[in-house]
């Protein structure tokens, strides 16, 4: 379980984080689902310790979280060299999180029917569509085996059939190891077709969370459209 207990976090006199706190179970993929500007990308930034919140924790399993046990992805266009092949990135972003080559290897080998990118491996990063950039920077997170996977946006600017080659992936990752994924996004139609529960943040404060199952697109967009709506209303009585 991912414990998010208390999260606060401030940028000079911009309060970005409100004491934000909430639990992620295992085999659970779980979308942030907000507007630009709502915290979802500072509340990531935090969980994957690339930035300390200023009060509270967050305990993977009931211990402090480390690095070797969460893979983030942020805007994937970005996070890999464009300038070595798709193989090189692999192996030197798992590198970094203790795999070895041959375990790089072996995870491709057994995956090859399902990732479908046999034909990209040997190319540089930078040769790629967005498309096939988006996917070589997800299965790079995939590669290390993280407990905890975290995706910012990773729709973005994707194609019908990619975005669908990506929601597979996810799935498919989702149901055959004990991990936990947040995708953070305001895409929701691409994070009700991948996500178990949505978490509604905004202004930086958790607005309200509801799993996905029985309702349908329109009924989520309307959960989604009262939450904002009601919190507006309060900032107008609070005025």
């Avoid at 994937?76 to 999180?97: D, Q």
Wanted: net charge positive.
């Amino acid at each position: 379980m991912l414990a998010i207990n208390n999260i606060t976090k401030s940028f000079k006199k911009n309060k970005v984080l409100k004491d934000v706190s909430f639990r992620i179970y295992d085999n659970e993929i779980v979308g942030f689902l907000g507007p630009n500007g709502a915290g979802k990308t500072t509340l990531l930034k935090i969980i994957s310790r690339l930035i300390l919140p200023d009060t509270g924790n967050i305990l993977l399993n009931n211990r402090k979280i480390t690095m070797d046990k969460i893979s983030t992805m942020f805007d994937g266009t970005r996070n890999l060299y464009w300038n070595i092949s798709v193989k090189a990135n692999f192996y030197y972003f798992a590198a970094l999180k203790g795999k070895l080559k041959r375990e790089v290897d072996y995870l491709l080998e057994k995956n090859k029917n399902f990732f479908q990118i046999d034909g990209l491996l040997e190319k540089k990063f930078g040769e790629l569509s967005l498309g096939q950039k988006q996917i070589v920077a997800v299965i790079t997170t995939l590669l290390i085996t993280p407990e905890l996977l975290c995706l910012d946006e990773p729709s973005n600017g994707l194609d019908i059939y990619y975005e669908k080659k990506l929601i597979d992936i996810i799935v498919d990752y989702s149901k055959n190891l004990r991990n936990k994924i947040i995708i953070s996004s305001h895409d929701i139609d691409f994070l009700y077709k991948t996500v178990d529960r949505f978490i509604v943040i905004n202004n930086g404060e958790i607005l309200g969370e509801f799993f996905k199952k029985n309702l349908t697109l329109e009924n989520i967009t309307t959960k989604y459209l009262k939450l904002l709506e009601g919190e507006k209303w309060k900032n107008i009585l609070m005025l």
